[in-house]
């Protein structure tokens, strides 16, 4: 690491204190505040923030010195980087050339219609986010969907209902029991 970039790790720590910074500022340690390496760091900045804002592009525009207009760029084109807070759980559906062909239109449809939300939307009670993608690069298992991180090929528009129904009524009595307990 050259000087300049060891003095900026300690004069330009997140002022809101918020110690997600932190665990940032590790992986663009890790990865010598490389340009490169600006994929990377998104990456860790969506996992640790569950969504990218501004000011998050801003502050690794300036510790990788990457031009913003660049780090908006990428930020922007790949499909897993999202700019809104996504719902407790969240799924995921391929709408690639080979996934449309099988039919993943409908499981959007489908999901849409039973959970009352847009694609690219998130519930007014936060349990769930319907999310879009292009190819997701399993396109012999079309169509593919991801629930909360799992993938499952070949799916139905009957079945991801029924799971997706599992995982929110799950996080619904999880808030329940929250609830009671006070
Ligand atoms: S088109 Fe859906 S995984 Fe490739």
């Avoid at 060891?6 to 340690?29: A, Q």
């Avoid at 996992?47 to 690794?60: A, K, N």
């Avoid at 694609?119 to 298992?141: M, Q």
Wanted: hydrophobic letters at 35%; aromatic letters at 8%.
């Amino acid at each position: 690491m050259t000087t300049s970039q060891s003095t900026n790790t300690k004069t330009n720590e997140h002022p809101s204190g918020d110690e997600r910074y932190k665990t940032l500022d590790r992986t663009m340690k890790l990865f010598n505040y490389e340009k490169d390496a600006l994929l990377e760091v998104l990456n860790s900045a969506q996992e640790t923030f569950g969504y990218l804002t501004e000011d998050l592009l801003i502050y690794i525009s300036k510790h990788l010195s990457v031009p913003m207009s660049q780090v908006y760029g990428v930020a922007t084109f790949y499909h897993m980087f999202s700019f809104e807070p996504l719902g407790e759980n969240n799924c995921i559906i391929c709408l690639g050339t080979a996934c449309h062909v099988k039919g993943a239109d409908r499981i959007v449809e489908a999901l849409s219609g039973e959970f009352k939300v847009g694609a690219g939307e998130t519930t007014p009670d936060g349990v769930f986010s319907l999310t879009t993608a292009r190819c997701l690069g399993s396109c012999g298992l079309a169509p593919v969907v991801v629930l909360n991180g799992e993938v499952r090929g070949k799916e139905t528009p009957e079945g991801a209902t029924r799971r997706v129904q599992e995982v929110v009524e799950a996080s619904w009595s999880e808030r329940q029991e929250a609830a009671e307990a006070g």
